[in-house]
């Protein structure tokens, strides 16, 4: 049974450039979350995808979007990259919106230089 | 809104000791859920004790116990006969039913052979 995927594992950018992270959730997960890991700090939410469609929103600018797939994987699109943008961001997967767990994917450690 | 507050940004055990990792949260609702991540250097988040809030039993999951106060709004961990492999990032978190999972700051746990 594969766990929450999520790729690349490591990426460098520059400022001002565009960034597209992908994540496969669990078997049997329909629910997909996107979290941003600075370092040495607690995970922030980003959004939630359900259904193919964004269910809720934390304090990100418009340049974070995102996309759910049929097969429930997901991606998430960061334009217009700044140097603050450089964390860990983490995928996670739900059996449904409201189960109260998530399953975590290793997270993808972006760099922007 | 939800909020997570971990006083403890570092701790330390010997061991096959005991250690004890505060934590308080601030929400308007009555049921929700209570969670403790543990990310090691891996970085992958691993889910290692949930509680819902309308169970009064505290939660426990092999050597790891909750000490959950509603009243108090606090949620300690306790890790009991320490390891080595135990040393990591942890986590405190609440959601309301999917709503809004938030986490706390983290508390970098190590363990003293």
């Known amino acids: 049974d594969a766990g929450v995927t999520q790729s690349p594992t490591h990426l460098i950018k520059t400022r001002g450039q565009q960034v597209t992270l992908r994540c496969s959730p669990k078997s049997g997960h329909d629910t997909v979350s996107w979290y941003q890991q600075a370092l040495g700090q607690g995970p922030q939410f980003i959004f939630q995808y359900y259904e193919e469609e964004e269910r809720q929103r934390g304090n990100f600018p418009d340049r974070f979007s995102g996309h759910q797939f049929p097969n429930y994987s997901s991606e998430l699109n960061v334009n217009a990259l700044l140097l603050g943008d450089s964390a860990l961001y983490l995928c996670?997967?739900?059996?449904?919106?409201?189960?109260?767990?998530?399953?975590f994917g290793e997270g993808s450690r972006l760099t922007v230089l | 809104a939800q909020t997570v507050t971990q006083s403890q940004p570092e701790m330390s055990v010997q061991e096959a000791e005991t250690v004890t990792l505060s934590c308080t949260y601030d929400t308007s609702e009555s049921d929700y859920y209570l969670f403790w991540y543990k990310q090691p250097p891996s970085r992958q988040m691993i889910l290692v004790i949930r509680q819902e809030a309308y169970k009064q039993q505290n939660a426990t999951e092999n050597r790891f116990s909750v000490n959950f106060q509603k009243a108090a709004k606090s949620f300690s961990l306790k890790i009991s006969d320490s390891q080595l492999g135990d040393a990591a990032m942890y986590f405190c978190a609440s959601d309301n039913y999917g709503q809004n999972f938030v986490f706390g700051p983290g508390t970098r746990l190590s363990v003293l052979p």
């Open positions: 996670a997967s739900s059996i449904t919106p409201d189960t109260g767990e998530l399953f």
